[in-house]
């Protein structure tokens, strides 16, 4: 069965202290892989979207990276400012019956502590 | 306009009412999702709009009925919930290639949803 994996579950950090965020997918035939942020109450801020194996997009202390099994979000730096909750998700492929399928992961909720 | 509009943002209703959640898009985008958010957990899909038409309905209640009036709207309505309805309702939308295929350049655009709690 298709699955998606991110750990750890809660990560907090000092301010300034690097870290990584782990997806880990089962889906067959990736489409690709997505990264969004979320705030508490609030809808889901799309981040990167990741295709094949060895692509990595950064965006200000972000860095998502993409392996054959699994993604890194590398923060580095961190500020209190980033702390939400990071979700992935993979896109399966399209067939009949699973048209524009998402996978999401249950994310990692990172707390930057000043 | 790069956004998806939700409204309303809250919605307190009995198990009896009937309600409609809302959803707007002015980016041209040709696909349009219902997603429920329980706490802690991530988004589930609900529906998914293709130009329109009704693409995906993934074993929802009939309590939950979708609309797509035209290509910027999306709608939900609401009736004879249950407690355990309640939840965060997301929308979000997408570009979609020809045949069908959602665009995978930027992913979904999500609104900031509605909090729905049921009593």
């Known amino acids: 069965e298709d699955q998606v994996t991110q750990s750890p579950e809660a990560l907090r950090l000092q301010e300034g202290e690097s870290s990584s965020l782990n997806c880990s997918y089962t889906?067959?035939?990736?489409?690709?892989l997505f990264w969004y942020r979320q705030d508490p109450g609030k809808g889901p801020e799309f981040l990167f979207t990741?295709?094949?194996a060895g692509e990595e997009k950064e965006k200000e202390r972000l860095k998502a990276t993409l392996t054959k099994k699994e993604s890194f979000l590398h923060i580095t730096a961190p500020k209190p400012e980033d702390s939400a909750t990071y979700l992935c998700a993979v896109q399966a492929p399209i067939y009949e019956g699973n048209f524009n399928k998402f996978y999401f992961g249950s994310g990692t909720k990172l707390n930057v502590k000043p | 306009d790069t956004e998806v509009t939700q409204t309303p943002k809250h919605l307190v209703m009995g198990m009896t009412n009937k309600k409609s959640l809302k959803c707007e898009q002015h980016?041209?985008?040709?696909?349009m999702y219902w997603y429920k958010q329980k706490a802690k957990k991530p988004p589930e899909l609900m529906f998914v709009y293709s130009y329109e038409k009704l693409s995906i309905n993934e074993s929802v209640p009939s309590r939950f009925s979708p609309e797509c009036p035209n290509s910027s709207l999306l709608n939900l309505h609401l009736h004879a919930l249950q407690p355990e309805d309640s939840a965060l309702y997301l929308c979000?939308?997408?570009?979609?290639?020809?045949?069908?295929?959602?665009?995978?350049?930027?992913?979904?655009?999500f609104g900031s949803g509605t909090r729905l709690t049921v009593v």
């Open positions: 889906v067959s035939g990736l489409r690709g």
């Open positions: 980016m041209g985008h040709r696909a």
């Open positions: 990741l295709y094949s």
């Open positions: 979000a939308s997408s570009q979609v290639k020809s045949g069908g295929q959602a665009s995978l350049n930027y992913g979904y655009t």
